[in-house]
């Protein structure tokens, strides 16, 4: 138990540090969070359009809508513009909450996988490194890989990054602690 304590806790943080690395000094998200300076104007208008915070795809159909409906829509719209817009009625400064739920559920996600770790009966070091490179590749395909398909996000090469580095460099932490030379 102490083992897959201090690798929950140890891989966690390195995991946190890596996507902090690529959210702030390296940017390498910006692609998808690009400036317009038309940023003010596009709100306003937002402001009078949306009533309520929510996701919206455009164009869409609304709810209920049949599927021949929604056919003749997805027919129409082709070769048009359109967008996904995730709109928020008020920001919040929420960064302190926000960064400590991160590296919370990073240590618990990392718990899961030391957990998976010590039921293998004498893992070698490459075998812990392996599986934790390969966790980093099923977390980036299930999510941001799948969500990119329908909805091509703009950083796509940066979330793998993030899954490869992460899960890789805890995985190297990891392979030691785990290893049957450990």
């Known amino acids: 138990m102490k083992k897959i304590i201090i690798g929950a806790v140890v891989a966690g943080i390195i ?40 996701q919206y795809l455009l164009p869409g159909t609304p709810p209920g809508a049949t599927m021949e409906e929604s056919q003749a829509m997805m027919k129409e719209a082709i070769g048009k513009p359109w967008a996904v817009i995730a709109y928020h009625r008020q920001m919040e400064d929420n960064m302190t909450s926000s960064i400590i739920r991160v590296l919370l559920v990073n240590i618990i996600m990392a718990g899961l996988f030391c957990w998976i770790l010590s039921k293998i009966p004498r893992p070698s070091f490459s075998t812990v490194f392996l599986c934790s490179l390969f966790t980093g590749l099923i977390v980036f395909m299930n ?8 909805y091509q996000s ?3 090469t940066a979330s793998l990054i993030d899954a ?19």
């Open 15 to 54: 995991i946190f540090i890596c996507q902090t690395l690529s959210w702030t000094i390296l940017d390498l998200h910006r692609s998808a969070n690009q400036y317009t300076p038309k940023q003010t104007e596009i709100l306003n208008f937002l402001g009078e359009q949306l009533t309520e915070d929510g």
């Open 143 to 150: 999510i941001p890989y799948t969500t990119h398909v329908f």
């Open 154 to 156: 703009f950083d796509l």
């Open 164 to 182: 490869v580095a992460g899960w890789g460099l805890a995985g190297l932490w990891l392979g030691r602690l785990f290893s049957r030379q450990s």
